[in-house]
């Protein structure tokens, strides 16, 4: 049993806080993912959990125990670093070896334990070779390998798949998932990849600049984003956001027009108010193009002409410009249209998000 | 026909550079023959004029003399060579001691003044030895520390310590971070991931950094000759002088002795270059 719990966690480099007293409760044999852009604080808060870094304030459990004073050792992790940090003079069998014989297992044990390893990740070929005469993608694996043989209650990843390319990526990607239910382990997986983070874990967390902006599932980060922020952040293309000053029932967009005020926010703003409106690609379609949801109940349809299109085979991303900015339309069962051609756009209002301008916090309570 | 062409001005090519190569080797290596055909030969053969290129008469006599003891006009060379394999090797073992202490430090940790520090080491190296020997003499003489090994040794390690933090520090330098971090949360302790994965991958590092420093102490004669007297301290380069005396050099005797300095070097040279394989930290990271 080990779940990780971090309460009002700071990180201080001198006067600078990089980590802003954030807490977040991690369950047992929860996979989390932590995301957010670069020199956010992801990996200063992995590796303060797993004692490579001093905690300036706050505390960390894990299994329910503070492990603040304890060395990494004695966190009962693993962790496989970006660098995937393989011991060059080692081989690979003696690299995933490594944690029992200084542990001091019996030597049968560690032999079952490193080649039960290497079953699971198909590296039974290269055990007798040395890190450098591997593939990037194999080393990864080993990296994995080494961090499983130990048999952590906590698995930490920092963004182990961004030296891979986007193809192996796919597929360590699925191992790792396969991973999970096989080990049946606590995961935290640093990355700034919000697919890997969506088709991964359980949970995500969103960070920016050493806070947290909102902790959620897959879904809820996609469907319900509590900041701004996050639904910019969270899929691809990233939601069309817009300013919009709310007008009677109407949000006027820049340069005047302007769109219906969704149903479900009627009564959440003032008249006056600036907001952000944002809706995703997939929720404005050409009329007939888009997923057949069934509860459309607030569309709304402008005719617009098509800027430049982006065909993808099975779907198309139309390009459109309303209230001075350029809005991304993800169009199914794809027609050929040329640009400017002018064409009906359906808004799917009902799946529309409103920020505070201000706050960039949601409107929907 | 172009080909052909072409595959002899390659072979002209090689050709060219291999006796440029023995050229320059020759160059190197002369000095060296000179003293170990002039230990097998006698005085007047090595002073004659025009000189004396195919050795006539050659003999081993310089070399038993040498070690047939002191007494008949021998040298104690058996005491100097213990001497000097004391000194050089004591000395090289605490600099190297001194010198990972110092260079990890300088690699992996922050601390108030690190380049100040640096700097100071390097300058101490501006120095030249032979300026120092005086203060020094006076100092050991105070001491009563003159003619004996311990002086000797605590000289050395000064004067090797910065070169082997220098040397060091570059080779910890280069072994990742990661590492060291990657074998403590496998379960070691901070000293033992040095010991499992920072020292193995910076060895030959060190090894050369060893090297470096065992010769240096091997060597060095400008202060050596101040600090020894006698047979209790006096090292191989200073024990060559005594071959001099009023009227005559005894440059068989010499020579032979410089042999005798020049062996033991250069085998140990040979033994660890060998494990200076360079690039072992390569596949440690992304490749
Ligand atoms: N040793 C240090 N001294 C001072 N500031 C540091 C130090 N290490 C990291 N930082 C700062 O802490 C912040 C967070 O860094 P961190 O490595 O956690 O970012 P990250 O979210 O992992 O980013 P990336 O996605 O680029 O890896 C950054 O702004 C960085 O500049
Ligand atoms: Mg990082």
Request: net charge positive; glycine share 8%; hydrophobic share 45%.
């Amino acid at each position: 049993m080990a779940p990780v719990t971090l309460k009002k966690l700071v990180k201080r480099y001198g006067n600078v806080a990089v980590v802003h007293g954030i807490d977040l409760e991690v369950k047992d044999r929860e996979f989390i993912a932590l995301v957010g852009p670069s020199g956010c604080g992801k990996s200063t808060t992995l590796r303060m959990i797993a004692g490579l870094e001093d905690i300036s304030d706050g505390v960390i459990e894990i299994g329910g125990k503070p492990v603040n004073d304890l060395p990494p050792r004695a966190r009962n992790i693993s962790m496989v670093f970006q660098s995937y940090a393989l011991y060059p003079h080692m081989t690979v069998r003696e690299n995933m070896g490594f944690s029992l014989k200084i542990g001091k297992v019996q030597q049968s044990e560690i032999d079952q334990r490193v080649n039960e390893a290497a079953a699971i990740l198909d590296l039974e070929k290269y055990m007798d070779r040395r890190p450098s005469q591997l593939s990037g993608g194999q080393r990864q694996r080993v990296a994995m390998g080494r961090a499983i043989v130990r048999k952590p209650e906590v698995f930490l990843f920092d963004e182990p798949l961004s030296n891979l390319d986007a193809k192996l990526r796919t597929q360590v990607r699925t191992e790792i998932k396969r991973l999970h239910a096989k080990v049946q382990a606590t995961m935290i997986y640093v990355t700034h990849d919000q697919v890997e983070a969506m088709t991964l874990s359980d949970r995500i967390v969103i960070m920016r600049d050493g806070h947290i902006e909102q902790v959620g599932t897959p879904e809820e980060v996609f469907k319900r984003p509590a900041t701004r922020f996050v639904a910019g952040f969270i899929g691809s293309p990233p939601m069309n956001l817009n300013e919009a000053t709310v007008d009677g029932g109407r949000l006027v967009l820049k340069g005047g027009q302007s769109l219906p005020l969704p149903i479900e926010f009627r009564n959440k703003v003032v008249a006056g108010e600036k907001v952000i409106f944002g809706l995703r690609p997939d929720d404005i379609y050409p009329t007939g193009h888009g997923l057949s949801s069934g509860e459309a109940t607030d569309v709304h349809e402008l005719s617009l002409p098509v800027s430049i299109t982006e065909p993808l085979g099975n779907e198309t991303l139309v390009f459109i410009t309303l209230g001075e900015k350029e809005w991304v339309s993800r169009m199914l069962n794809p027609r050929p249209l040329a640009a400017g051609e002018t064409i009906k756009l359906s808004f799917d209002l009902s799946q529309a998000h409103l920020f505070s301008a201000e706050t960039g916090k949601t409107l929907r309570s | 026909m172009d080909n052909n062409a072409h595959r002899l001005k390659r072979r002209g090519l090689k050709a060219l550079h291999l006796v440029g190569l023995f050229l320059a080797m020759l160059v190197i290596c002369l000095p060296g023959l000179w003293i170990v055909l002039n230990s097998l030969r006698p005085t007047v053969e090595i002073m004659a004029k025009p000189p004396v290129w195919i050795p006539q008469d050659i003999s081993l006599d310089a070399y038993r003399n040498m070690f047939g003891g002191a007494g008949q006009g021998g040298i104690p060379v058996w005491e100097y060579f213990r001497n000097s394999l004391i000194i050089s090797v004591t000395s090289t073992i605490i600099a190297l001691i001194i010198g990972m202490a110092g260079g990890y430090a300088f690699a992996r940790y922050k601390f108030k003044g690190k380049s100040a520090i640096f700097l100071g080491f390097m300058l101490t190296r501006a120095v030249p030895g032979i300026a120092l020997s005086l203060p020094l003499f006076m100092i050991f003489a105070r001491l009563n520390i003159i003619d004996t090994h311990f002086s000797m040794i605590l000289i050395y390690v000064a004067l090797n310590v910065p070169f082997t933090i220098w040397l060091i520090d570059g080779f910890f330098r280069q072994v990742p971070k990661d590492l060291a971090e990657a074998a403590q949360i496998d379960g070691c302790t901070r000293w033992q991931a040095f010991w499992q994965v920072e020292f193995p991958l910076a060895g030959p590092g060190i090894a050369s950094a060893g090297i470096f420093a065992f010769l240096t102490s091997w060597n060095e004669y400008a202060l050596a000759a101040q600090i020894t007297r006698s047979v209790n301290s006096k090292t191989l380069p200073v024990g060559l002088l005594d071959y001099t005396s009023e009227f005559t050099i005894d440059w068989r005797g010499m020579c032979a002795l410089a042999v005798v300095m020049i062996v033991p070097a250069l085998t140990l040279t040979f033994i660890i270059q060998k494990h200076l394989v360079s690039g072992l930290t390569f596949g440690a990271v992304k490749g």
